[in-house]
């Protein structure tokens, strides 16, 4: 689950399940790579602060398989 959306200054992050092996990697709408984390806790929260504003692509790969999101910051 990724809240809010649309999202300003951070992201929260939460799984349920198994949570190893998480990566997170935001991309712009142009498939740059523009933040990109590892996933250790349940709950994450992700600085997107430094984000301008835009629509970007979510993707959070595990050893499951990979799960796209849409995410919309706005200021």
Excluded: C, W
């Excluded at 399940?17 to 709950?43: A, E, H, R």
């Excluded at 398989?65 to 919309?72: D, S």
Aim: charged share 10%; aromatic share 4%; no cysteine.
């Amino acid at each position: 689950n990724i809240h809010p959306n649309p999202a300003s200054s951070s992201l929260q992050v939460t799984f349920s399940g198994n949570i190893q092996n998480i990566t997170l990697q935001i991309t712009d709408m142009l498939g740059n790579t523009v933040k990109q984390s590892i996933i250790y806790n349940p709950t994450s929260i992700i600085d997107i602060s430094d984000l301008s504003e835009g629509v970007y692509n979510i993707s959070i790969s595990t050893n499951g398989g990979v799960v796209n999101k849409r995410l919309v910051i706005v200021r």
